[in-house]
């Protein structure tokens, strides 16, 4: 009877097996299953309050995710990323790290997993994930790689990385420190570092050519399907193709974009130059040949007013109807810009084809014809209403790249802070989070943009179930029945036994729970069984950190569900190799350097 759990820890371990396979079968939504998760641990705890505690605790601790320093941190983090989308902050490093993917796509995703675990060795992983996260999705909306054949593994060299130091989460200082009060030498900053690199570079092999090829290909249709417009762009002043010849050009400019064919000589400074392409096309020929695609004095309008009412400049596609009043007018003559405040950048004629002679804007607009124009919501709007457009889908907003250098500076300021310790990572963040929106780079209005919804009840939901295991008594239980296991195994296999112990806890409850339960149970049964401490330590720290299995194990796995559109299933597929992996690998380094 002495193994039996209490009543409330079966209804912990009940409930939190419940939830894992509703997430498993996948027949409800994620947030579905988080919010009755959070409702049901609501109802128990009421009904059957927990040993000394009243009914309204119960209510507190199922509803205490949402104030959780944990989830204000992955929002304010998600914030933070949304940012450096907005003010295009982040789009040189993505053009260089988009020439090595587009050079060979299996060494971009080495280089890739290579510069995400050396980051992570010694600033916390987490501010790492944010820093990588916007620049490999902006890489996908490219369409270089599918962001969910890449976010997961290279998640997954962040976690590994971060592993390799005491300083690389607050995981490992949390274990070193529970270890250094039970009697443990201290432990410097590498000091299990070489077992860790010699884990990774194991690991590395199945998280470069494998794991892609078990994640689903979330990239959507495929780009060749985007519109084409028609524009014309005037080579700016100190344009780095002008002057080069014309094949050099035609190679630097993107696979999408064509130069009128009329054109023979190099490209000079001020020339007209009739183009066709995607919009993303033509937005990087413009920066390549520093031009524009409409007249300098309405897009200077367009920012002036943009500015002036604290509105967002956004790019969308507009449909001539049969009753526009543009049909049968030029773009020269339809006063669009005057009358309108908006900027024409480009035509999609559906019922012509390739390059035409004349200069586009003199080419007669017809039904059906798509305008692809730039300006605030409501001049958008407006026009669409008067002349008879039709609005699609395709709205954009424009980067506001007059702030990439303050977003830059405001995330490495949170960076710099948490990763050396200066502030906790919940308050750097979010104090980078409040310097975004009050210095613009982050509008109040869009922010349910840059959160989930799915990742913010899921958050709770698992910080709920993290407390019902530990505080029903649950956890220790778990860890009685597993120290009477554990006596009959010899020092290698009891090396894995603690290790897979707390990588169960650490997938099924927290980071932070693993240590705190964990950590005493190593040292209890080091010294039954008359082994050293420090391995069975090691062994709990490094299981703490192979959180692959499922999205709730820790907060940069939420981070990329959303980006990635995950799956539960998906990360149960792809992380339950790596933890074998790491297992058997970190058990026998330890035995090994241990002499077990």
């Known amino acids: 009877m002495a ?41 128990v705890l009421y009904v059957f309050p927990l040993p000394g505690g009243a009914p309204t605790e119960g209510l507190e601790l199922a509803f205490s995710g949402f104030g959780n320093y944990a989830l204000v941190t992955i929002c304010a983090l998600m914030v933070m990323g949304r940012g450096l989308v907005t003010t295009g902050a982040l789009e040189p490093a993505a053009r260089v790290i988009e020439r090595v993917w587009k050079f060979n796509r299996t060494l971009g995703m080495l280089v890739s997993l290579l510069l995400a675990f050396a980051l992570s060795t010694m600033i916390n992983d987490t501010p790492v994930l944010v820093l990588l996260l916007p620049i490999f999705v902006q890489l996908a909306s490219r369409g270089v790689m599918p962001s969910s054949k890449t976010l997961m593994p290279l998640n997954a060299a962040v976690l590994i990385g971060g592993m390799a130091t005491t300083i690389g989460t607050s995981t490992n200082l949390l ?68 002057g080069k010849p014309l094949d050099q050009v035609r190679k630097s400019l993107p696979a999408d974009v064509e130069l009128d064919p009329a054109i023979v000589m190099p490209l000079v400074e001020r020339q007209d130059v009739r183009i066709t392409g995607t919009h993303e096309g033509l937005e990087e020929a413009n920066r390549l040949l520093n031009s524009a695609s409409a007249p300098g004095w309405i897009l200077e309008q367009i920012t002036a007013e943009a500015s002036r009412d604290g509105e967002v400049v956004v790019v969308t596609e507009l449909a001539l109807t049969v009753d526009s009043r543009l049909i049968g ?99 750097a963040a979010l104090g980078g989070s409040i310097a975004m929106l009050i210095t613009g780079c982050v509008r109040f209005d869009r922010i349910g943009q840059a959160l989930s919804a799915k990742v913010i009840v899921l958050v709770a939901a698992s910080i709920a179930v993290g407390k019902l295991v530990l505080e029903s008594g649950a956890a220790a239980w778990l860890g009685m029945v597993f120290a009477g296991v554990l006596q ?106 241990f002499q077990l």
């Not at 299990?192 to 570079?201: M, N, Q, W």
């Not at 199945?206 to 519109?227: I, K, M």
């Not at 008879?388 to 790249?401: H, N, Q, T």
Request: proline share 6%; net charge neutral.
């Open 175 to 242: 274990v070193v420190s529970i270890a250094s009060d039970l009697g443990l030498p201290h432990m410097n900053v590498f000091h299990f570092t070489p077992l860790v690199l010699i884990a990774g570079a194991i690991a590395l092999p199945y998280l470069w050519l494998v794991a892609p090829h078990l994640l689903p290909d979330n990239s959507g249709p495929e780009r060749t399907t985007e519109r084409r417009f028609v524009s014309r762009l005037r080579v700016g002043g100190g344009s780095e193709l002008a």
């Open 329 to 427: 007018h030029t773009l020269e003559t339809s006063g669009i810009g005057e009358n309108h405040g908006v900027a024409i950048l480009g035509t999609h004629k559906p019922a012509r084809t390739g390059m035409i002679s004349q200069p586009y804007y003199l080419e007669t607009l017809r039904e059906g014809d798509v305008l692809l124009a730039m300006g605030t919501m409501a001049r958008l709007q407006d026009f669409a209403e008067a002349d008879s457009l039709l609005m699609l889908d395709a709205v954009r907003e424009v980067p506001r790249r007059s702030k990439a250098l303050l977003a830059l500076g405001i995330m490495a300021g949170s960076v710099f802070t948490a990763a050396i310790g200066i502030l906790p990572i919940a308050i």
């Open 488 to 593: 009959f195994l010899p020092p290698a296999a009891v090396l894995a036994a603690i290790m897979i112990f707390s990588t169960i806890l650490t997938n099924f409850s927290s980071n932070a729970t693993a240590a705190t339960v964990g950590t005493p149970i190593a040292f209890n049964i080091a010294q039954k069984l008359g082994l050293p401490a420090e391995p069975m330590v090691l062994a709990v720290l490094f299981g703490c950190n192979l959180c692959y299995a499922t999205p709730i194990a820790y907060q940069t796995n939420m981070l990329i569900m959303g980006e990635g559109g995950y799956r539960f299933r998906d990360y149960v597929r792809m992380g339950l190799p790596l933890i074998g992996i790491m297992v058997v690998s970190l058990s026998i380094l330890l035995a090994l350097k």
């Open 3 to 43: 193994y039996l759990p209490s009543l409330h820890a079966t209804i912990a371990l009940a409930i939190t097996v419940a939830m894992f396979w509703a997430f498993a079968r996948a027949k409800l939504g994620v947030e579905i299953v988080s919010l009755l998760t959070i409702v049901l641990i609501a109802l």
